[in-house]
Structures are given as C-alpha cells and as structure tokens.
C-alpha cells in the first residue's frame, strides 16, 4: 500500500472514531473553575460509562467497541459504581432534589444487580453486561467470568477482592446515612446482611461461586494476612451493625479484636519504609475504613488506636503533590476526622486543579476464533473519584461553590 495513502486512511479512521462513537465528547479544559470541570465529567459519566446503573473503569468506543457501555474495563467497575453512589449521596444530602436522590437510587439498584447476577445472596460481582456471547473484553484483565443463572443473558465477573468489600461497605454506609429514603435503607440493610453475614459464616472469608476464598478476599483470623484486611473487615462489621442493628456482627467485631488483636494488627496498615513499597490505591481502602470506622466508634481507646494508623499515613499524605488522583481524598477526609487546620493554599490549589481522565486513542488486539487482529479505538477512563472527592469537599464546607 502506498504510505501516504495509508497515512490518509488512518487520519480518516481517527476523524471518524472521534465523531461517531461516544455520546458525547464535550470535555473540560484544565484551566476551567472546579465546578465546570465536575459538572461537565459527570456528564461524560452519565452518557459514556453507565450500564444499567453501574459505572465502568474504562469504556471502548467503536470500532473495537460497541455504541452502548459494555465493552471496557470491569475489574474496578464495583469502585467507580461505589465512587458514583457515594458521590450523589452528599450530593442530595446538600440539594436536597429529587432528582439527586433518584438517579443515587438507580445506582444503588446497579449495586444491588451485581449481587442478583450471581445468583448466590451475598455474593457479589465485580461487575457484569448482557450478551447472547462471551465478548472479546473479557480478556482485558483476567478471566474469572460466568454465565448468570439467574438473569439469562448476563455475564458477570467473579473473584471479589478486600478493596471492593471496603468500596461496598463505604458507600452502601454513606448511601444509608445521607441520601436513602425508609425504602432503600432496607435495601442496604438487607444488602450488607447478606454480603456480611456470608463473609462471617465462611470464617471471614470472601468465597466465590466455587466456594473457594478469592485470590484477594482474606480476613480470616486462621490465615496470616496484611494489617490492612484487619482494618477492612472490622470497619465492615462496624457500618453493618450499625445499620442492621443484628448483634451478630457487634460480636464479631468484638471477637476479632479481644481474641485475635485486629486492633492492634490494623495500626500498620501504611507501608512507610522502604518507599518504593508504598501503595497509594491501598491508601484509598484505608481512608475509607478510617472515614466509617473513627465515626461510628465511641471507645476512646479503640479510637485512639485507629488515629494511630491514621497518622502512620498522614507522615506521607501530608506531602501529596497532587499527582495521584485520590490525594485530595486523603486530604479532605484526614481533615474531617481530625478536624486540624490543615487547607494549605498549596493544598487548596492542588483540590482546585483535580482531574478526571483524558481520552486516549490505542491499539486493542481483538480475538475471533483463533486469530487476531489489531484495532485503533478511543478509550475513556472515570472521573468517579473526582467527582466524589468534589461533593464530599463540598458536604462539609472544605470546597467553595464558586471555586
């Protein structure tokens, strides 16, 4: 072929994807105030990234792709729906509209559908889509997927990991808190029951369909496992009693810290030394179990002993350059919990200059029966977590509206 003219044909094909695929394409500058920026991500977000009230981590346009949000990244997909639903739970809690409230609960019922998909009660999915076939995005992370029994026609993805459990409980926690009405506050209620109280009777297990622990989902007191699953799962059983009221989960939080220590275990959640091993998406489930854990407890020494992990992780967030796009998450909630002075200019501007994603134009290898072949598409990753920190910020006067 001649190079110009394939040069040609390949301008053609990145004028046409970049016309034609998404539903809408309108993107913020950088230089845009803060509340454009969030307005309009979350617009992108609404029309991009949402199957059937769940948020997906990255979307694929056509041609690799498909005109609806089903061909992407789900492996994190549970995080950005949770991210979503926390997100316009302070949302409403500040407007007080019903149509806040209104799109939180089809979130929620995204959430709810990753449990029905299964087909176990309490087993709950990374994420799923509808298809009469597998789809070649299965492949993107790994293959743990699974026709539903329950709903026909879906797939769903398995192998629940420690950082979805904490995302679950976090923002089913928060939706209960801020935004549900009596309805869906049984709902969550029931959620958390049946996701917590299958965990408890597997010996604080995450047991997938082939009644095996995942790969990920170890907070047995039998098994040796990092002091950042003792913090998890007892910030799960604290939120899930304190919704539920059931005892059961009051005893088990109690049990795990005066028989097997997870109180003291927790403290060294942060990896400080060497640097090189610091983790900050750990960094994420910890703020989060931190967030529900140091409200909800009123045992002065417990207390103590959950500040103490905080401030293991405060000696390195309080350096955060901004670069990592949960930062302000750190900043703004250590604030909140702490309740210390510490909104810097510095760190204000770093809060004012929070992104969401740029989209990206890459090469996917498409699998048909045996062979391959290469695809040029645009992909779109997620501002849930900005849009999240945005409201957040906002719920308790740390972000000005004008900003």
Known sequence: ?????????????????SMTAQKLSTFPKKTDPLHVKVEMFTELMLANNMNEGTFLSGVIYPPAGLDSAIIGRYADALDETTNMLVAYSYKYAITKD???????????DGLLKMETVTGVPGLVSRGFYRSDEPLWHESLWYNEWHWSTSLPGYR??????????????????????????????????????????RIADDNFKIVDLDGKMTLWGNYCPDLPHQPLNSLEILMGLKVTYKITGKERYNSAYHMLIDRYHYDEHQIKSKIIFPVEWRNPWDDCHAIKSLYMLMRYEDDPTLLNKYRMNLNRHWYVWKDAD???????????????????DILTQERINGIKNMWGYDRQTREFKIKTGNKYSTVISQEDGSAASLIRNYWLGRYYGMIDPAW
């Open 322 to 340: 901004f670069s990592f796009v949960n930062d302000a998450l750190f900043i703004l909630t250590y604030k909140v919990l702490t309740g210390e």
């Open 156 to 197: 769903w993805l398995g192998d629940l990991s420690a950082d979805k459990f904490t995302s679950l409980c976090y923002a089913t926690g928060v939706f209960y808190e801020l935004c549900a009405d009596d309805e869906y506050k049984q709902k969550a209620a029931g959620l958390l029951d049946r996701f917590m109280g």
């Open 1 to 17: 072929m001649n190079f110009k003219f394939h040069i040609f044909l390949l301008t053609v094909t990145y004028i046409s994807i």
């Open 98 to 108: 019903p149509k806040d409230r209104e799109l939180a609960n089809k979130i929620f």
